[in-house]
T-cell receptor, first 115, second 113 residues
Framework: SQQGEEDPQALSIQEGENATMNCSYK?????LQWYRQNSGRGLVHLIL?????REKHSGRLRVTLDTSKKSSSLLITASRAADTASYFC???????????????FGTGTRLTIIP | EAQVTQNPRYLITVTGKKLTVTCSQN?????MSWYRQDPGLGLRQIYY???????DKGDVPEGYKVSRKEKRNFPLILESPSPNQTSLYFC????????????FGPGTRLLVL
């Protein structure tokens, strides 16, 4: 079953604007991660936020986590054409997976930056 | 350069013809995993391995086999491929130390006719 659900499924914005994507999940987590995927390519890890953290920054990325609502958001500020990609949240339930510690991915948000 | 490699990158085959997709990582990671990605379904885990000779099923293991004879390699085997295994496949690895981030290969696009 899919743990994370991203919203919106697709987003188009003008270059320079900010892009916000949301992720909801269902069970307790150890951490939540965001990945980027350029068309047909592998996933690249962007940022990780642990369950005891509420906000994290990395360059133009800002991630928030609300464990009470089981939700997270990814904000990309001052977007660029190169940010065009699909973005996935992935939850890590840690030992709850009986040692698998697998990532459970959502279906992704397709972000298009219009030059 | 630290990386996960997969081969082949693209493969067209016919139903029933056995194939193997190789995966290799050069980061000495203990944990390796295979995912498949399908439109509208995101990434789903097929099999994983926590170390050499230790493998287990993920969420969608039917029709697949794996082996982990060496730490760096984790091949995915389709004994008798069927059209519903047409998909984009990703191998991933991570370490127990700083183990939270998974590193993904570039993907293998498989078409089964």
């Amino acid at each position: 079953s899919q743990q994370g659900e991203e919203d919106p499924q697709a987003l188009s914005i003008q270059e320079g604007e900010n892009a916000t994507m949301n992720c909801s999940y269902k069970t307790s987590i150890n951490n939540l991660q965001w990945y980027r995927q350029n068309s047909g390519r592998g996933l690249v890890h962007l940022i990780l936020i642990r369950s005891n953290e509420r906000e994290k920054h990395s360059g133009r990325l800002r991630v928030t986590l609300d464990t009470s609502k089981k939700s997270s958001s990814l904000l990309i500020t001052a977007s660029r054409a190169a940010d065009t990609a699909s973005y996935f949240c992935a939850t890590d339930a840690g030992r709850a997976n009986f040692g698998n510690e697998k990532l459970t991915f959502g279906t992704g948000t397709r972000l298009t930056i219009i030059p | 350069e630290a990386q996960v490699t997969q081969n082949p990158r693209y493969l067209i085959t016919v139903t029933g013809k056995k194939l193997t997709v190789t995966c290799s990582q050069n980061m000495n990671h203990e944990y390796m995993s295979w995912y498949r990605q399908d439109p509208g379904l995101g990434l789903r885990q097929i099999y994983y391995s926590m170390n050499v000779e230790v493998t287990d099923k993920g969420d969608v293991p039917e029709g697949y086999k794996v082996s982990r004879k060496e730490k760096r390699n984790f091949p995915l085997i389709l004994e008798s491929p069927s059209p519903n295994q047409t998909s984009l496949y990703f191998c991933a690895s991570r370490s127990w130390v700083g183990r939270e981030t998974q590193y993904f290969g570039p993907g293998t696009r498989l078409l089964v006719l």
